[in-house]
């Protein structure tokens, strides 16, 4: 029976592992749930795809393509006060909503640079 056991801890821990190994890009900014103070808002500072991420996911929430210059971050939502990502370029400003309600934590990434 111990030998089961230590078997499927070993598996949860790998899985854990290849989880947090997925996750690509270069953490630019990140908001803990829970956490009094967002993060101020920042700029893009060169062109490419940004990503939000859950802590611990194996895919991105959302991926949008910025420039130079761009507006992202994590704000408080108007109406509710629920933080939520967002992104503002000269054209468009979008809210995220954070749904993924086991993360303790949600990063901005920078994935890779426009072609």
Do not use: E
């Given at each position: 029976m111990l030998k089961l056991s230590s078997t499927a801890a070993l598996a949860?821990?790998?899985l854990f592992l290849v989880g947090c190994a997925s996750q690509t890009g270069k953490t630019l900014v990140t908001y803990g749930?829970?956490?009094s103070d967002?993060?101020?808002p920042v700029q893009a500072d060169k062109a490419g795809t940004?990503?939000?991420w859950?802590?611990?996911a194996v895919t991105p929430v959302t991926s949008v393509k910025l420039d130079a210059g761009d507006t992202y971050g994590f704000r408080a939502e108007a109406k509710t006060g629920d933080v939520v990502?967002?992104?503002k370029?000269?054209?468009r400003e979008q809210e995220i909503p954070l749904k993924e309600w086991i993360a303790t934590s949600f990063?901005?990434?920078y994935q890779k640079s426009a072609k």
């Open positions: 949860v821990f790998a749930r829970g956490v967002i993060p101020a940004y990503s939000v859950a802590a611990d990502a967002f992104f370029t000269a054209t990063s901005w990434k």
